[in-house]
């Protein structure tokens, strides 16, 4: 079976400072990924998915940028973090393992700038 | 483009009265459709999916949607609210190569 892990669970970063979220999924190859920011009361907000190692394709222009160096991890990274970068970081993938239509999510990363 | 519009941010209901959340999309080709559940500070989880083949689709805790084109809805139902149904729903379309695109969610309140 496939499994998708997200970490770390949580975290506290002050402003202006870097960020590196990790996202691996096991049990499936050629994976689509795609991060997800959950704002409160914004519902979810498509950042960036990929289709394959070095594909990344970005949806909302920001501070924040994501890398596939892996066939299976999916790293979400930030040079300085804003205020406006809090929130509920979900990671999710996608492929003929389970449906190429349907998602399939992490457990998610809360972050919190201050 | 597809989108989806869920209507009602929250719905209150009763402890073993009907559950009723609803989802209308748009979308240019035939859509695929999805119900996730949220529960707090967690991922989202599949509840069930529609994807051409029975019109009305059976998911996990009971749970099950109608797809109506004619109306453009997939909504959402359960004869009877659990407690444990308490959370956030997310109803969410794609056409089969795209990533989903979710609707804003809504948060069900089950009443003791």
């Known amino acids: 079976s496939q499994t998708i892990h997200q970490w770390p669970a949580t975290l506290v970063q002050p402003v202006g400072s870097p960020l590196s979220l990790e996202c691996t999924v096991e049990g499936t190859s050629n994976p689509n990924l795609y991060w997800y920011r959950q704002a409160a009361g914004r519902g979810l907000q498509l950042l960036f998915y990929?289709?394959?190692?070095?594909?990344i394709s970005s949806e909302v222009p920001q501070n924040l940028s994501a890398s596939r160096p892996q066939d299976r991890q999916f790293i979400l990274s930030s040079k300085k973090l804003l205020l406006s970068d809090s929130g509920f970081y979900l990671c999710a993938w996608s492929g003929l393992a389970g449906g190429t239509d349907t998602q399939y999510f992490g457990p998610g990363t809360r972050l919190t700038v201050l | 483009a597809q989108s989806v519009t869920q209507l009602g941010s929250h719905v209150s209901v009763s402890e073993g009265a009907l559950v009723l959340l609803r989802c209308n999309y748009s979308?240019?080709?035939?859509?695929?459709l999805f119900w996730y559940v949220q529960y707090p500070n967690q991922g989202l989880q599949l509840l069930l999916k529609?994807?051409?083949?029975?019109?009305l689709v059976k998911g996990i805790n009971g749970f099950e949607a109608e797809f109506k084109k004619s109306e453009t809805s997939f909504h959402l139902t359960k004869p009877s609210a659990h407690m444990s149904d308490a959370a956030e729903y997310f109803c969410a379309v794609s056409t089969g190569n795209t990533p989903l695109v979710f609707g804003k969610g809504t948060r069900l309140s089950v009443i003791a």
């Open positions: 990929s289709v394959g190692i070095g594909q």
């Open positions: 979308s240019s080709v035939p859509p695929y």
């Open positions: 529609y994807t051409s083949a029975a019109t």
